[in-house]
């Protein structure tokens, strides 16, 4: 389950580097601060309590069962893999592994992005092959290289043979004569995905509190925004809405060392336009998210910032620039509910 682009007890996923201080006091009409917060606010958005879909209700049922579908191994042909694999929850939502390991043993591809905040984006996958969180919840699952199920319906009849699946999609879905069908497996992994939303300091900032964020990261904010990294990485995600060819002023390759054959989006549709042409990841917890890119080449936040200053903007940023952009971005790292993102009961007596 395929960036620059975020646990135990309390699990609060902020870096502590990044940490509120408390030292800091409000300035009333800080000419500074007026300016540099308009600036956020013109270029990023809060981020919702919940990811809305026109097309999928949520429902306390719904998000229950796709929970309970994204932690269960049963997902995968020999019982190895789940969703929580590639993407876990205690861990920023990712593997932390350049690519993932498949139901096989094989390694995917690509870097598994973070599924928190997932549902902002309107497109998933490195290439932009899936237009949403319900549309990609299916997709690995039949991926030879990934969860290697065979066909839909061989998974449908495995989870229709089992009375916990029986009880709960016919919950999560009232009135449907044989409500465990794939697609709604798919409404349901989606739906769970639509609550794993990390609210964090800088969403704070921007809603008025000046003190949410040092002086570092609104230096860092500034000249993120000044220096035209925001011209890709903006909206609520941070990024995450948009394609773009990685490596606009020289080959990216040249700066990551990375493997050389993942051409991007043209291994989707073929045209020789679309080389190198990928999703722009939302940097929405970015700093738990290494190693970053779609090929997982880098393990360094600060190294990634340069890469990416180079790369797109043709600008050699210094290491104090890039110290600057990390603290900033540190402060998108957000919190969850430590319930939403424990092992759910019904498979602990599985």
């Given at each position: 389950m395929k960036g620059l682009i975020w646990g135990i007890g309390a699990i609060v996923l902020v870096l502590s580097c990044g940490e509120h201080t408390g030292k800091q006091k409000p300035v009333a009409n800080d000419p500074y601060e007026d300016s540099l917060m308009q600036l956020a606010r013109n270029t990023f958005r809060r981020l919702p309590t919940i990811a809305e879909s026109k097309t999928n209700s949520l429902t306390p049922e719904k998000i229950r069962l796709g929970k309970v579908l994204f932690f269960d191994t049963r997902l995968s042909k020999t019982g190895t893999q789940s969703c929580n694999s590639c993407h876990n929850l205690q861990t920023y939502g990712v593997?932390?592994?350049?690519?993932?390991?498949?139901?096989?043993?094989?390694?995917?591809?690509?870097?598994?992005?973070?599924?928190?905040?997932?549902?902002?984006?309107?497109?998933?996958?490195?290439?932009?092959?899936?237009?949403?969180?319900?549309?990609?919840?299916?997709?690995?699952?039949?991926?030879?290289?990934?969860?290697?199920?065979?066909?839909?319906?061989?998974?449908?009849?495995?989870?229709?043979?089992?009375?916990?699946?029986?009880?709960?999609?016919?919950?999560?879905?009232?009135?449907?004569?044989?409500?465990?069908t794939y697609k709604n497996l798919e409404k349901a992994i989606g739906a769970f995905e639509r609550t794993l939303l990390t609210p964090s300091r800088f969403d704070s900032y921007m809603e008025g509190d000046?003190?949410?964020?040092?002086?570092?990261?609104?230096?860092?904010?500034?000249?993120?925004?000044?220096?035209?990294?925001?011209?890709?990485?903006?909206?609520?995600?941070?990024?995450?809405?948009?394609?773009?060819?990685?490596?606009?002023?020289?080959?990216?390759?040249?700066?990551?060392?990375?493997?050389?054959?993942?051409?991007?989006?043209?291994?989707?549709?073929?045209?020789?336009?679309?080389?190198?042409?990928?999703?722009?990841?939302?940097?929405?917890?970015?700093?738990?998210?290494?190693?970053?890119?779609?090929?997982?080449?880098?393990?360094?936040?600060?190294?990634?910032?340069?890469?990416?200053?180079?790369?797109?903007?043709?600008?050699?940023?210094?290491?104090?620039?890039?110290?600057?952009?990390?603290?900033?971005l540190n402060s998108l790292s957000g919190q969850i509910d430590p319930a939403k993102i424990a092992m759910p009961a019904e498979l602990e007596k599985k």
């Open positions: 593997d932390n592994l350049p690519s993932s390991v498949g139901d096989a043993g094989g390694k995917g591809d690509r870097n598994s992005p973070t599924v928190f905040n997932a549902a902002l984006q309107n497109m998933q996958f490195w290439d932009g092959r899936a237009a949403d969180v319900e549309e990609q919840a299916g997709m690995p699952i039949l991926n030879s290289a990934e969860m290697a199920i065979p066909h839909e319906g061989f998974l449908i009849n495995r989870l229709s043979s089992i009375k916990l699946y029986q009880d709960l999609f016919q919950a999560a879905f009232p009135g449907e004569k044989k409500p465990v000046t003190r949410a964020l040092t002086t570092e990261e609104k230096s860092g904010l500034r000249l993120f925004v000044e220096s035209g990294c925001s011209s890709c990485h903006n909206g609520v995600g941070i990024g995450g809405s948009m394609m773009q060819k990685f490596g606009l002023v020289t080959d990216y390759r040249t700066l990551t060392m990375g493997p050389m054959a993942d051409e991007g989006r043209k291994q989707v549709t073929h045209r020789e336009q679309d080389k190198d042409i990928f999703k722009v990841p939302q940097l929405r917890s970015v700093a738990g998210t290494f190693p970053y890119f779609h090929d997982g080449s880098i393990a360094d936040l600060d190294s990634a910032v340069k890469i990416m200053g180079k790369a797109q903007l043709n600008r050699n940023l210094s290491s104090e620039q890039a110290r600057q952009i990390t603290a900033f």
